[in-house]
T-cell receptor, first 115, second 109 residues
């Protein structure tokens, strides 16, 4: 079946602009995660959704970052007033939501470059 | 909090050599442990996992055993191929994944 998809695959933006990154999880997966992969920080957790709720937003680096999920499916990560340090690959993952033994399946990522 | 410490790279090997990448973890409770792999230009893929102590995960000739007594999950492969060149990440799952820093492995023909 279809895996996790993300769009766009690449995004170049100017400092100070807002960007939206989209994630389509595997159909039927109730849990959705956003991570960030950057050279200096490695792979970092950003936010976790169970259904449309986000019980853990602890990894969002600042209030410029927000995310929502609608219909228990698609999720959008929004970064306002982008800064150069936001440049990274943003990864989305989904799992069946059955518990901590779940496997998370990752999308191909969105490479964000802030000029 | 939970954390993973992974052997620093890069690692360069010849084909058919033995590969081991060390991974140790700190966690409360009994997390699941994973190895993910990222091939050049591709996304993260699950390589193998283990969900409880003494479990052995295996896939594509790679193996790792969940050792609670040493809090380790070392990755091994007996005979690597050029196609195994990739970045390998150890991770633990406490509903969210905590990753190690990644180890870049290059296998030369």
């Amino acid at each position: 079946g279809a895996g996790v998809s993300q769009s766009p695959s690449n995004k170049v933006t100017e400092k100070g602009k807002d960007v939206e990154l989209r994630c389509d999880p595997i159909s039927g997966h109730t849990a959705l995660y956003w991570y960030r992969q950057s050279l200096g920080q490695g792979l970092e957790f950003l936010i976790y959704f169970q259904g449309n709720s986000a019980p853990d937003k602890s990894g969002l680096p600042s209030d410029r970052f927000s995310a929502e999920r609608t219909g228990g499916s698609v999720s959008t990560l929004t970064i306002q007033r982008t800064q150069q340090e936001d440049s990274a690959v943003y990864l989305c993952a989904s799992s069946s939501g059955q518990g901590s033994r779940d496997t998370q399946y990752f999308g191909p990522g969105t490479r964000l470059t802030v000029l | 909090g939970n954390s993973v410490t992974q052997m620093e790279g890069p690692v360069t090997l010849s084909e058919e050599a033995f590969l081991t990448i060390n991974c140790t973890y700190t966690a409360t409770g009994y997390p699941s442990l994973f190895w993910y792999v990222q091939y050049p230009g591709e996304g993260l893929q699950l390589l193998l996992k283990a969900t409880k102590a003494d479990d052995k995960g295996s896939n594509k000739g790679f193996e790792a055993t969940y050792r609670k007594e040493t809090t380790s999950f070392h990755l091994e492969k007996g005979s690597v191929q050029v196609s195994d060149s990739a970045v390998y990440f150890c991770a633990l799952d406490d509903y969210k994944l905590s990753f190690g820093a990644g180890t870049t492995v290059t296998v030369r023909a």
